[in-house]
C-alpha cells in the first residue's frame, strides 16, 4: 500500500495559480505511475493528469490541458500539479492517486484502475 497525502490547495482568483503536492510513502517501489483526479459536489470524480515514475511521460484530460503540469520529483517521492489559469469550474477537491499497472492513456482515466488514494485537497477558484 502506498500512502498519499497532498498539499497545497486553496482559494484563488480565476486566472490565478495554485501547486498541489502529493507526497507518497510506503510501497512505492512498484508504482508505475501517479496522477491527479478532481471531484466537483455531485459530480464523479474524474481524470485530470498522471505521469509516469521513471519515463516522466504525462497525459492530460482535455479540459486542463495546456493549463495544468503534471511533474515528479523521484528522489522525494513526490508529484506536483500546476494549475496556471485557474477557471471557477476547476473547483473541485483533487486527490493523488497511485498505481502499479502499466496504464495507457485510456486506461489511465478510470479511476478503478489506481490503486491507492489520498485523502484530497480542496481547490476553489473565485470569478
Known amino acids: 500500500q502506498v500512502l498519499l497525502v497532498e498539499s497545497g490547495g486553496g482559494l484563488v482568483q480565476a486566472g490565478g495559480s495554485l501547486r498541489l503536492s502529493c507526497a507518497a510513502s510506503?510501497?512505492?517501489?512498484?508504482?508505475?505511475?501517479m496522477g491527479w483526479f478532481r471531484q466537483a459536489p455531485g459530480k464523479e470524480r474524474e481524470f485530470v493528469a498522471r505521469?509516469?515514475?521513471?519515463?516522466?511521460?504525462?497525459y492530460y484530460s482535455d479540459s486542463v490541458k495546456g493549463r495544468f503540469t503534471i511533474s515528479r520529483d523521484n528522489l522525494k517521492n513526490t508529484v506536483y500539479l500546476q494549475m496556471n489559469g485557474l477557471k471557477p469550474e476547476d473547483t473541485a477537491v483533487y486527490y493523488c492517486?497511485?498505481?502499479?499497472?502499466?496504464?495507457?492513456?485510456?486506461?489511465?482515466?478510470?479511476?478503478?484502475?489506481?490503486?491507492?488514494w489520498g485523502l484530497g485537497t480542496q481547490v476553489t477558484v473565485s470569478s
Open positions: 492517486a497511485a498505481t502499479s499497472l502499466v496504464l495507457t492513456t485510456t486506461q489511465a482515466m478510470d479511476i478503478n484502475k489506481w490503486d491507492d
Open positions: 510506503g510501497r512505492t517501489l512498484g508504482s508505475y505511475a
Open positions: 505521469v509516469d515514475w521513471t519515463g516522466g511521460s504525462e
